[in-house]
Every structure is written in C-alpha cells, then in structure tokens.
C-alpha cells in the first residue's frame, strides 16, 4: 500500500484536534463565563459540566494518538496485526470513558435544563453520551473483525 494513501484520513484527525483543542482553550471558557454570569445561583452546575468537557477531551486525544498508529499501521503494511487491533481496544476504550464522562454529567444538563425550561439541552447531554458509545462499538466490531483476520491469515500461513 502506497504510504500517501491515508494521508486525507491523516489530515482529517489532526484537523478535527486542532478544532477541538481551540474549543477547549478558547470557546469554552468564554462561553461558560457569559453563563455563569447569566445564571449565578447555579454556577456548580455549569463549572461540572465545564469539567466534564476537559476531562473528556483526555481520552479523545488519546483515541486520536490510536487513530494516528492505525493509520500508521495501515500505511506500513501492518493492518492485519494486534498492534492495530491493540489500537483499536484503545479506541473502544477511550470512547467508552467518554461516555462514562457525559452520563455523569446528565443530572447536572438536567439541572441546567430545568431552570433554563429548556428540554433540548437534556437531548444535547444525551448526544454527548450516545455518539461516544456508538464510537466504542464500532470500534470494538472492527477489533473482533481484525482479530479474526489475524486468526485465518495465521490459519492459512500454516497451511501452505
């Protein structure tokens, strides 16, 4: 496989990290102050779901760490190895913490969403925890499918 042809998928998760490291270093900060000035009796609820933002972007930057060895695996000619299903495991992984971030953060949306008598932001929460956790699966079926290409391509090297 030529080595220029994951370049696009390349370019597309550092873009995608450039954009959620601006979010996290410029956008939140400035949107969450206006809020909280906005809201002042419920500034707790607005600093946990902050946080729940910060701590899940971790285990994002780390799912895009294992998505660059993949696509760095793929590249090499090492696809079909446990290096890329370990990778993926990670990736299955990570999105699954995300998850586990957001559900832990939904009563807080609930709270917000409560006093704001805005229904849509309880619907926002739950996206934050359905999109990670269908992430996770995806992954984990690539995983097994990996695993057990691994298994008839070792099947079939002992054979010939």
């Known amino acids: 496989m030529?080595?220029?042809?994951?370049?696009?998928?390349?370019?597309?998760?550092?873009?995608?990290?450039?954009?959620?490291?601006?979010?996290?270093?410029?956008?939140?900060?400035?949107i969450?102050?206006?809020?909280?000035?906005?809201?002042?009796?419920?500034?707790?609820?607005?600093?946990?779901?902050?946080?729940?933002?910060?701590?899940?972007?971790?285990?994002?930057?780390?799912?895009?760490?294992?998505?660059?060895?993949?696509?760095?695996?793929?590249?090499?000619?090492?696809?079909?190895?446990?290096?890329?299903?370990?990778?993926?495991?990670?990736i299955a992984y990570s999105a699954l913490s995300i998850s586990a971030v957001f559900v832990a953060s939904l009563p807080f949306f609930y709270i917000w969403a409560d006093n704001d008598d805005a229904p849509g932001l309880v619907i926002v929460g739950m996206f934050l925890v359905v999109a990670p956790f269908t992430i996770a699966v995806f992954a984990a079926l690539l995983q097994r499918l990996f695993r057990e290409a691994i298994e008839i391509k070792d099947e079939n090297d002992l054979t010939v």
């Open 32 to 90: 969450w102050a206006a809020v909280a000035e906005e809201y002042p009796h419920y500034t707790y609820v607005f600093y946990v779901i902050l946080s729940a933002f910060y701590v899940a972007a971790v285990p994002f930057y780390v799912a895009l760490y294992q998505a660059m060895k993949l696509l760095s695996y793929i590249d090499n000619g090492k696809a079909f190895t446990l290096f890329a299903v370990k990778a993926l495991k990670r």
């Open 2 to 30: 030529k080595r220029g042809s994951t370049f696009i998928l390349r370019g597309a998760v550092i873009a995608i990290g450039a954009v959620v490291l601006a979010l996290c270093v410029f956008a939140l900060p400035a």
